[in-house]
């Protein structure tokens, strides 16, 4: 199991225990808000199955080669992800990666916990039965009316951090990481039940056409970009997670085979997302490019056309909320693990101080529909802002560093050595081939995407 109390932060770094308990704490971090709340929204605004595809592709072509290698570092230097880069390149820069990824720590918890604080105040909306609605006009008016309530949105996101620096503080979260392994198939089952009453809506099958039938003409340089900066967020890369659960990983783990399950689970639950939101959009009548709103404005319309469609509604959100938690406990890991073994910090101290820091950061974000609503830079809102840099820029450009110190600085050799378990795995021809991409496919594709989605040619 991993460690992540206080009380034992003098310990000898201890890893997880079993093989099914990596994949499920990697499986952890990995589902969250991006499949049930982010896949969907950016799906819909950018044109559908086109956009779906290029995901696709992003999370198969760079997505898995970069997790790979990111948990493979991690593992080999079992350290923080400054640290990683201390012991594996002493003297050199490389550390910077994980200074990248700290920062883009902070920049992402600052506007997931606002988006964990919707959720939070949905699941005692549906207590109330406020939010429940079958007309689009009314679930519209209800999230509107939580978004620009600027005490609201603070107040509910301040919730959020204290409900998690109360897990990580009380040394609770790995009693936290066994209750999500056991709700995960049921957030599993409610999305298929979901799914299957919003495909037997009338007027269903639009949905199913805009989520399955690609309209070429709709993908551009900036498209092609946002589903690559979704690859990257969702498989929790680019910014040292993967690289400080790494280091957790047992030495007879199969890195690559365990990487590929956790990227296939991680698709299927965001398909799923998909096909519970979609035939709902167009049966309803609501506008698929309605951006961060779109799972708010959708799902109790849903519910309210199933019988318990309330309770129904109440056990969503939760398990919404709990699969949010096991990707925050996971993204505050980086800075708490980078403050403590670094700056030689107790565990509560770090993570005090970066529950603190977030509080200030997040609450630009948490305005940024209310009274910051017009302090905008690049043309966008704090919340905007913190989600396009992290995931078009900083995870990306982690991306590109941890593929280029792979396959430049640490080699062929090494590389094969470690992802064979020191040659006890038989997978020597898919890690030359693995090896090739991690050295030129990845970061070439990822830096001509970043460039051109940008503007920069
Ligand atoms: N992968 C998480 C999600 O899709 O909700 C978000 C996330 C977790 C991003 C951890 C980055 C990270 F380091």
């Known amino acids: 199991m991993r460690q992540t109390d206080a009380s034992v932060a003098a310990a000898p770094r201890d890893g997880f225990s079993s093989s099914f308990g990596v994949l499920a704490a990697t499986l952890g971090s990995a589902v969250g808000l991006g499949n049930i709340w982010k896949f969907p929204y950016l799906t819909g605004a950018n044109g559908g199955a086109g956009f779906l595809l290029v995901y696709l592709l992003a999370t198969l072509l760079i997505g898995l080669p970069v997790m790979i290698t990111e948990i493979m570092l991690g593992r080999t230097a079992k350290a923080d992800s400054v640290g990683t880069f201390k012991k594996l390149a002493p003297g050199t820069p490389w550390w910077l990666i994980g200074g990248f990824g700290v920062l883009a720590a902070f920049l992402i918890m600052a506007f997931y916990s606002e988006v964990a604080a919707w959720v939070l105040a949905y699941v005692f909306k549906s207590l109330a039965g ?157 506008a698929p490019a309605a951006g961060p709103s779109l799972l708010f404005i959708t799902i109790p319309a849903v519910f309210a056309q199933m019988p318990f469609g309330g309770l129904f509604m109440v056990v969503f959100f939760v398990l919404t909320a709990i699969a949010a938690t096991g990707a925050m406990l996971s993204i505050l890991e980086v800075p708490v693990s980078v403050l403590s073994e670094r700056l030689g910090w107790s565990r509560a101290q770090a993570t005090v101080c970066t529950l603190l820091a977030l509080a200030l950061i997040g609450a630009s974000a948490a305005l940024s529909n209310s009274v910051l609503a017009d302090f905008k830079w690049f043309g966008m809102t704090m919340f905007d802002l913190f989600d396009a840099l992290t995931s078009n820029v900083l995870l990306p450009l982690g991306g590109i560093l941890l593929c280029l110190f792979t396959g430049w600085v640490w080699g062929p050799r090494r590389f094969a050595d470690a992802l064979s378990n020191g040659g006890t795995l038989a997978n020597r021809r898919l890690l030359a081939a693995l090896f090739l991409v991690t050295r030129w496919v990845s970061p070439l594709l990822i830096l001509v995407v970043m460039l051109k989605g940008l503007g920069a040619f």
């Open 130 to 286: 406020s939010a429940l609605s079958s007309d689009p006009a009314h679930t519209s008016a209800a999230f509107d009316q939580l978004i620009h309530d600027p005490l609201q949105s603070l107040l509910w996101q301040w919730a959020v951090l204290v409900l998690i620096g109360g897990i990580l503080l009380l040394g609770v979260s790995k009693g936290i990481e066994a209750v999500t392994k056991k709700l995960m198939p049921l957030l599993f089952i409610l999305l298929v039940v979901v799914g299957v009453r919003s495909l037997l809506l009338p007027g269903a099958d639009a949905g199913l056409r805009f989520l399955f039938q690609p309209d070429f003409s709709k993908i551009s340089s900036g498209v092609v970009l946002t589903a690559m900066g979704l690859a990257f967020f969702k498989l929790s890369i680019g910014m040292g997670t993967m690289l400080t659960y790494g280091s957790y990983f047992r030495d007879d783990q199969n890195i690559p085979a365990t990487a590929l399950r956790v990227m296939s689970a991680d698709l299927l639950v965001s398909m799923l997302a998909g096909i519970a939101i979609f035939p709902a959009v167009f049966a309803f009548g609501f």
